[in-house]
């Protein structure tokens, strides 16, 4: 399963045939894939790699990286 949040609209309207109020924001993809690359596809066509988790996740407050004593 991947999750794909690039899309054409548009196309994707046509394709399924989607009712003006449905919002699209992305789609699932679930099947199987015929290889997995070494790199992931997006990096591969020049956007940036990917971050480190530690850079992403903090602890129920932006930026902090640890639980801190007495929380």
């Not at 070494?38 to 990096?43: F, G, H, I, V, W």
């Not at 850079?55 to 007495?70: D, N, P, S």
């Amino acid at each position: 399963m991947g999750w794909v949040s690039i899309i054409q609209e548009r196309e994707l309207r046509e394709i399924f045939d989607l009712p003006d109020e449905v919002v699209v924001i992305a789609y699932l993809c679930i099947g199987f894939v015929s290889h997995f690359p070494e790199r992931p596809e997006l990096e591969q066509a020049g956007w940036l790699p990917r971050l480190n988790l530690d850079e992403l996740v903090f602890y129920e407050q932006w930026g902090r990286k640890e639980q801190q004593q007495g929380s």
